[in-house]
């Protein structure tokens, strides 16, 4: 999944994993390390990569704090291994002092990166990178008979971001029910621009209105460290469609713990008997509280305040979900009770705890369904929210939502993607092969940089308009979901070149590996034209930026250990930018800061949305750890409003009318040194990947063609329907857009 490698990559498809029935040991294991991983990005050179293994990348969006060396780890080692485009990532730190804080700053910086990269029709998962905050304060918010709420899980927030001002307004009780949640058997898959009632898309109310929130890790006191996430994404990745093996089991464990094994054990039966069903093996114990040693776990659900997780002889099975049900397991403050983090040290894939006294709330912790909706094919993500019955207001979900080991998808495989340079629309072709027995294809989409630009069926051919993009490298995937209740994906990855100009750039850095005190250098270059600015950019953020006269630096340390995904845009004087292809910096967890090195700020322009929440880098060079800089914003914007922030970037939210250019002056410091330096924001709505909407409404309307005929006989660039740069009446060739306007229509303005 999102495959940055080279330009001819249209024709060889590569299969994806195989299915041996077997459960996945660490024998298994060990073929996933992190060089084998590395295929996705640097060792495929022609490639599309087909059918891999549940590919919800394009369905997640990572929240990583740009100051923190573990989360920039973590977000080059996730993005990585899960395939995330650049665009699925949002740099700034995902946790604030106060639920009202986050509403008001870090949910806003979530909505306002979907729609500046137009991702909200793909979004259901907003995932953490590592933090060492669990717990935002959240007093008076929510009542509770029997202990007060005073604090709400920092990734349960973002759960339930979208519904927030109801959250510090309603007066809702603790155990409120979501809508996502249902005791039926009945798996069926999540989508966040659905509103569920009772389990099933529909209703008003505002609480069926999600996102999938988890964290990959919290590595405070007593959570876990970088390395145990990086076997935990490891673990997750491997168990992808690979089923169960035939001893492999889910364990479910009545304790003499009766507050704690009570409020769950009741379903514990028919837990069992719906795997059994699904043709996987759920076994009841009494009194464990910990299964027994020589049967790999599939999962673990048992209730009891002290375990020796550690200790204990038993095995994870690949992609295994385990809890305990106890107050304090995601308390990481205090020391009393065995903490959710002991299971992810322990081989599980996922956990989930409460960040206080939840009280013996049986809607408060996921039920036993949440295995049985896992072996029928959901995401742990989907299986965990479908399981849930209260909003997890207190709540913590740790590990990797996006693990489908139970599902396979289906084989993707696509012919027409031009190689070299390439001007106007592309028109590939499509076809998707169910790989589960009994299903048949639901729909094929494709993907420009994470955005969704065409849809039809599985052989159809699908134009995918180009001149709403930016010249140079783009990843393109595309999709295939099959029919099921559980609309398992399977995915192509690939990529094209665009050249609607005639411009081209390219990058190159030196070295290409070191560690985090390597200085690399990044030189650029370009056949003709004149350049303005060349920026460096990190998986969406900017890290280093100038006017082209020269390779530009950027310190290890500033990208993080692990794979890092680094490309260049190039701006000309003409008003064109052009993308370099990505390259992956193998960059390992070690060195630091090279002393004496001078701070030095770096200058760039921004590209927002009028009306949006954005996101603005403060980048630089120094010769110190990341989290020894410090930074302040320093002047401006005059059109738009500071919301919050702190470190290396500052979020904002610009004016309904902001247009035209604005600046942002910010310093850097490493205590001795200080260095200044400039945004330049520049206010443009988002381009629209829909051509047919020619007189901008948003959709494609009859009304359409009235418009693109005064285009058409005005000259105007609106009516270029193909993207060959050639329109207007009496230019040669310009009449081809008639019938370019047609498709485009009947393909309709959908995303």
């Known amino acids: 999944m999102a495959n940055r490698c080279g330009r001819r990559r249209v024709s060889i498809v590569v299969a994806g994993p195989t299915h041996s029935g077997r459960g996945i040991g660490e024998t298994a294991l060990a073929k996933y390390s992190y060089r084998t991983i590395q295929f996705s990005l640097l060792n495929i050179a022609a490639a599309g990569l087909a059918g891999l293994a549940e590919a919800q990348a394009h369905e997640a969006l990572l929240l990583s704090d740009p100051a923190d060396p573990t989360a920039l780890w973590i977000t080059n080692y996730y993005t990585h291994a899960r395939g995330l485009a650049g665009s699925n990532v949002a740099w700034f730190r995902p946790a604030d002092s106060s639920f009202q804080a986050m509403h008001d700053v870090r949910h806003a910086a979530v909505f306002g990166h979907l729609t500046n990269r137009r991702l909200e029709p793909s979004i259901d998962y907003l995932i953490l990178a590592p933090i060492a905050q669990y717990s935002v304060s959240a007093d008076g918010l929510v009542s509770d008979d029997c202990a007060p709420v005073t604090r709400f899980a920092v990734p349960a927030s973002f759960t339930f971001s979208k519904f927030a001002d109801d959250v510090l307004t309603a007066g809702f009780v603790s155990t409120r029910m979501q809508g996502f949640f249902t005791t039926l058997d009945d798996p069926i898959a999540f989508d966040a621009n659905e509103t569920y009632q009772s389990g099933q898309p529909g209703g008003s109310s505002s609480t069926g209105d999600l996102f999938i929130g988890a964290s990959l890790g919290y590595t405070g006191q007593r959570g876990v460290s970088g390395q145990t996430i990086v076997d935990m994404i490891d673990r997750s990745v491997a168990a992808d469609g690979q089923g169960a093996g035939f001893l492999d089991t889910f364990y479910f464990v009545e304790t003499n713990d009766a507050a704690r094994s009570g409020p769950r054990d009741g379903l514990f039966t028919n837990a069992v008997g719906r795997l059994a069903q699904a043709g996987l093996a759920g076994v009841e114990i009494s009194p464990g509280p910990l299964p027994p040693a020589g049967l790999p776990a599939l999962g673990v659900m048992t209730g009891a305040a002290n375990l020796d997780i550690a200790g204990a002889p038993f095995t994870f099975a690949g992609g295994a979900f385990a809890d305990h049900l106890t107050s304090w397991a995601a308390d990481f403050a205090r020391p009393q009770q065995t903490k959710m983090s002991r299971w992810i040290e322990k081989g599980a894939v996922g956990t989930f705890g409460t960040i206080q006294e939840p009280c013996a709330y049986p809607q408060k912790f996921p039920s036993a369904y949440l295995h049985s909706n896992y072996g029928q094919g959901l995401t742990l993500g989907e299986s965990l929210l479908r399981s849930l019955a209260a909003i997890p207001f207190q709540g913590y979900f740790m590990g990797d939502p996006l693990c489908r080991p139970f599902a396979t998808g289906p084989e993707v495989q696509v012919s027409g993607v031009p190689t070299g340079l390439w001007q106007g629309a592309i028109s590939i072709n499509a076809t998707a092969t169910p790989t ?137 004087a003409s008003g064109t930018t052009v993308v370099t292809e990505p390259v992956v910096l193998d960059i390992a967890n070690a060195g630091g800061g090279a002393a004496g090195s001078a701070v030095g700020a770096f200058s760039y322009t921004k590209r927002t949305s009028p009306g949006a929440e954005f996101v603005a880098a403060f980048p630089a060079d120094f010769g110190v750890g990341v989290e020894e800089m410090s930074y302040l914003s320093t002047g401006g914007p005059a059109q738009a409003a500071l919301l919050g922030g702190e470190g290396p970037y500052r979020i904002y939210r610009a004016d309904a009318a902001a247009s035209g250019t604005d600046t942002i002056a910010f310093t850097a410091s490493d205590g001795d040194t200080t260095s200044t330096g400039q945004v330049t924001v520049v206010y443009r709505r988002v381009p629209v990947p829909c051509l047919a909407d020619v007189n901008g409404d948003g959709a494609a309307t009859p009304a359409d063609f009235t418009a693109w005929v005064a285009a058409y006989n005005a000259g105007d660039p609106a009516s270029d329907q193909n993207g060959d740069g050639v329109f207007g009446a009496g230019v040669p060739g310009a009449a081809a857009d008639f019938t370019a306007w047609i498709i485009n229509y009947n393909q309709g303005c959908r995303f």
Do not use: K, Y
């Open 436 to 572: 589960r027995p009994g299903t048949g294809i639901g729909s094929v989409q494709a993907l420009i940089d994470g955005v969704v630009v065409a849809e039809g069926v599985s052989g159809s051919s699908l134009v995918l308009p180009t001149a709403h993009l930016d010249d140079g490298w783009h990843e393109l995937r595309v999709v295939a979901t099959d029919d099921s209740p559980q609309r398992v994906i399977g995915e192509w990855v690939g990529s094209f070149t665009l050249s609607n100009s005639g411009l081209s750039a390219a990058m190159v850095p030196t070295p290409a590996s070191g560690d985090l005190g390597t200085s690399f250098e990044f030189g650029t270059s370009w056949p003709t034209g004149t350049v303005s600015e060349v920026r460096i950019v990190h998986l969406g953020r900017v890290v280093a930026a100038g006017d082209g006269s020269g390779p530009l630096r950027v310190r290890g340390e500033v990208l993080g250990a692990g794979p890092a995904r680094v490309w260049a845009e190039v701006d000309f």
